[in-house]
């Protein structure tokens, strides 16, 4: 067991898995410190119960935010969602990269006792477009942009691997109705203007951050939890049943179809990432115990839109 007020370290902590993670660790007793740019905005999203520590990923890390430390829990990186410019493509790798590589190469350099978990996401683009096959953790990467991304991001994660136990969740969309997917269909289905992407056909790994917060306080605290594990609910959709359930929760339509090509000129090679298939199952994960509260998406959806905004 963990003992009382140990400290964890959060990286990337003001984003939106941050916001949700980082009040829990302090409701479950977790002495917090997060390594942020922004002190100011960090203060206003945690008035109370954390250390905050400045942080630019191009310095170094501050030495008194790892000492002592438990755990450490890395979830930097820039937003995918937006054009790719070549610039921003660079920008994507070198944020995860960069960081990552530096955590665990500042875990390495600390005497006795080192941190006992490294916690590092990554996600589920590792598996390119997959079509219909089902992806568990042993399945081969994929060949595009993003997969070179999680590739680099989980190889730079495993360079702790010979001082700490680390885990690498590879997320899933995340439902949540305040970031990311979610947040971003809502606006335009209560619009009267929702619809699916590309051919609908393709399949989509989500889950509720509900269950990504879960699974984060489970892997870090059972010493057994080591290596990848799919973060995603047990039953993954088509992108077209996510959107028709989200209709049917908001009594709206889902008639709409945006095709590749109209994409491409919003978001660049982005486009293709939104469409690509992949059936990815938490396999690891329900073998060794963890138990997801949202498994279906109807549930996922009808808890987090009776949430309210």
Known sequence: MVGEQAAVLVAGGTGSIGQRLVPELVRQGYRVRLLVRAVQRARQLFPHGVELYRWDTRQTIPGEALAGVWGVVNLVGVPIARRWTAAYRREILQSRVDATRALAEAICRLQDPRPAVFLSVSATGYYGNKGEELCTEETAPGEDFLA????????????????????????????????????RLLPTFRSFLG??????????????WHDVVSFMLWALQSPTVKGVYNLAAPEPV?????????????????????PVWALRIAYGALADALCASQRVVPRR??????SFRFAKLQEALQYELAQGT
């Open 238 to 258: 088509r992108y077209r049943q996510l959107c028709e359930a989200l209709g049917r929760q908001l009594r709206r339509p889902c008639w709409l179809r945006i």
């Open 285 to 290: 994960a329900i073998a060794e115990g963890f």
């Open 148 to 183: 070179q991304v999680c590739q680099h991001w989980e190889a730079a994660a495993q360079e702790a691997a010979p001082c700490t136990r680390v885990v690498i969740p590879r997320l899933a969309a995340v439902l949540d109705r305040r970031a990311g997917l979610l947040a």
């Open 195 to 208: 619809g699916s992407i590309g051919t609908g056909q393709q399949w989509v790994p989500w889950v509720h």
